[in-house]
């Protein structure tokens, strides 16, 4: 086989790409060897390839395309230098007679890196963000448009009265008081339904409501009259305790209804409707996602409270408690009424129910303080989280 002329070639040999000198070639023929031609594999082409890309990358950039035709062959491409901040450089061919033909520009790394974020971009994108939240309103306002009627129905409690006597607030028995226009009556109830009072509420040994067990023992009361004047309540909601049979209402209000006492219906169909609804809104998901209700691990128990300086559970019939698992460091949102200089919204335990804290604790005699979602982080040593409050108090966490 007749060979060109050179020193070395590029030749397969034992599996191996490489250059090959002629006089190593010789040796191998004569020792049986055979010659054969090898078609270069797409592998090799793309190592080529790679390879080209590589010295075109590390090659210079020129100041002008004469720089580069000077410095280049015919066929070999170039890079030259662009005056646009925004452009690295330029690419040119040359081609025969000394020509350099514009290929592109390559944008520089900080044009790239910037432009999506500079202002004037802003404007242009404005459109399409006012766009995309109209769109989100318009779908929030269309999925909770059927949800506009009342979350719960409320019906009025037919109530028979026995007048000349009213509930004494902290025994629950009936106190004899002739022609001083007291009345009172009890109705059936059942734990976790919730109700609501209007009324007028005179006398300091007299309540809102007290409640009864199923037989008949007195449990606790809720909202006790003040020592001077009158108390009026509209619409007050509250929710029937864990133990709770029977609530027991008295005023000396000289008109009917005396007391309007109304019954909750909760539409659950329409509330899982309503809760899925609003986890469906992109604005609030993620926000509704990262809260749930935590479920007590003991209670709600009725006739006690948590004492803020010991963490004692002490007797008290107008008092419920409950306790719940914490971990030391995370955030709690809390909700509930503080009433009693004793007592503290939050009182923390360390293991085996030990005594380490408490989180706002009341100060003032007779005054109440209504917390709604306080946030609260777990003390350091904290296990367990315990909260107190009057018997029949609307929230409780």
């Given at each position: 086989?007749?060979?060109?002329?050179?020193?070395?070639?590029?030749?397969?040999?034992?599996?191996?790409?490489?250059?090959?000198?002629?006089?190593?070639?010789?040796?191998?023929?004569?020792?049986?060897?055979?010659?054969?031609?090898?078609?270069?594999?797409?592998?090799?082409?793309?190592?080529?390839?790679?390879?080209?890309?590589?010295?075109?990358?590390?090659?210079?950039?020129?100041?002008?395309?004469?720089?580069?035709?000077?410095?280049?062959?015919?066929?070999?491409?170039?890079?030259?230098?662009?005056?646009?901040?925004?452009?690295?450089?330029?690419?040119?061919?040359?081609?025969?007679?000394?020509?350099?033909?514009?290929?592109?520009?390559?944008?520089?790394?900080?044009?790239?890196?910037?432009?999506?974020?500079?202002?004037?971009?802003?404007?242009?994108?404005?459109?399409?963000?006012?766009?995309?939240?109209?769109?989100?309103?318009?779908?929030?306002?269309?999925?909770?448009?059927?949800?506009?009627?009342?979350?719960?129905?409320?019906?009025?409690?037919?109530?028979?009265?026995?007048?000349?006597?009213?509930?004494?607030?902290?025994?629950?028995?009936?106190?004899?008081?002739?022609?001083?226009?007291?009345?009172?009556?009890?109705?059936?109830?059942?734990?976790?339904?919730?109700?609501?009072?209007?009324?007028?509420?005179?006398?300091?040994?007299?309540?809102?409501?007290?409640?009864?067990?199923?037989?008949?023992?007195?449990?606790?009361?809720?909202?006790?009259?003040?020592?001077?004047?009158?108390?009026?309540?509209?619409?007050?909601?509250?929710?029937?305790?864990?133990?709770?049979?029977?609530?027991?209402v008295c005023t000396k209000t000289p008109t009917p209804p005396y007391v309007l006492l109304e019954r909750g219906t909760r539409n659950e169909a329409l509330a899982g409707d309503l809760a899925a609804a609003v986890q469906d809104l992109p604005e609030t998901k993620s926000a509704v996602s990262d809260n749930q209700l935590v479920e007590p691990v003991e209670g709600p128990?009725?006739?006690?409270?948590?004492?803020?300086?010991?963490?004692?559970?002490?007797?008290?019939?107008?008092?419920?408690?409950?306790?719940?698992?914490?971990?030391?460091?995370?955030?709690?949102?809390?909700?509930?009424?503080?009433?009693?200089?004793?007592?503290?919204?939050?009182?923390?335990?360390?293991?085996?129910?030990?005594?380490?804290?408490?989180?706002?604790?009341?100060?003032?005699?007779?005054?109440?303080?209504?917390?709604?979602?306080?946030?609260?982080?777990?003390?350091?040593?904290?296990?367990?989280?315990?909260?107190?409050?009057?018997?029949?108090?609307?929230?409780?966490?």
């Amino acid at each position: 086989m007749p060979l060109a002329a050179a020193d070395y070639f590029l030749a397969v040999h034992n599996g191996t790409t490489g250059i090959l000198g002629t006089t190593a070639l010789g040796t191998i023929l004569a020792a049986g060897g055979v010659l054969a031609s090898v078609v270069m594999t797409d592998g090799l082409l793309a190592r080529i390839t790679a390879l080209e890309d590589q010295a075109f990358a590390e090659s210079p950039i020129y100041e002008t395309t004469a720089e580069g035709i000077a410095a280049t062959g015919v066929g070999d491409r170039f890079r030259v230098e662009n005056s646009d901040p925004d452009i690295a450089y330029d690419i040119y061919d040359h081609e025969v007679g000394g020509v350099a033909t514009y290929v592109t520009d390559i944008p520089s790394g900080s044009a790239l890196a910037t432009k999506p974020t500079i202002s004037n971009a802003l404007s242009e994108y404005a459109e399409q963000a006012e766009t995309a939240r109209a769109n989100i309103g318009a779908a929030s306002v269309q999925e909770l448009a059927a949800l506009d009627v009342p979350l719960s129905t409320w019906a009025s409690v037919a109530l028979s009265w026995t007048v000349d006597e009213y509930l004494r607030y902290d025994t629950g028995e009936a106190v004899a008081l002739v022609e001083n226009s007291y009345r009172w009556a009890k109705v059936a109830v059942s734990p976790g339904e919730t109700l609501r009072i209007s009324t007028t509420i005179t006398g300091a040994n007299t309540a809102l409501g007290i409640w009864y067990d199923a037989s008949g023992d007195y449990l606790g009361y809720f909202e006790r009259a003040p020592s001077e004047g009158s108390a009026v309540y509209d619409a007050y909601p509250v929710r029937v305790p864990a133990g709770a049979a029977e609530l027991g209402v008295c005023t000396k209000t000289p008109t009917p209804p005396y007391v309007l006492l109304e019954r909750g219906t909760r539409n659950e169909a329409l509330a899982g409707d309503l809760a899925a609804a609003v986890q469906d809104l992109p604005e609030t998901k993620s926000a509704v996602s990262d809260n749930q209700l935590v479920e007590p691990v003991e209670g709600p128990v009725v006739g006690a409270f948590l004492h803020k300086n010991t963490g004692v559970i002490t007797s008290n019939a107008g008092y419920q408690y409950a306790m719940w698992e914490v971990t030391e460091g995370e955030t709690l949102l809390l909700s509930g009424e503080t009433d009693g200089t004793a007592t503290a919204l939050a009182v923390w335990y360390g293991p085996g129910d030990s005594y380490l804290s408490n989180s706002f604790p009341v100060t003032e005699t007779n005054v109440k303080e209504v917390y709604v979602d306080q946030e609260v982080a777990v003390p350091a040593g904290a296990v367990k989280l315990g909260m107190s409050q009057k018997t029949g108090a609307v929230s409780y966490a």
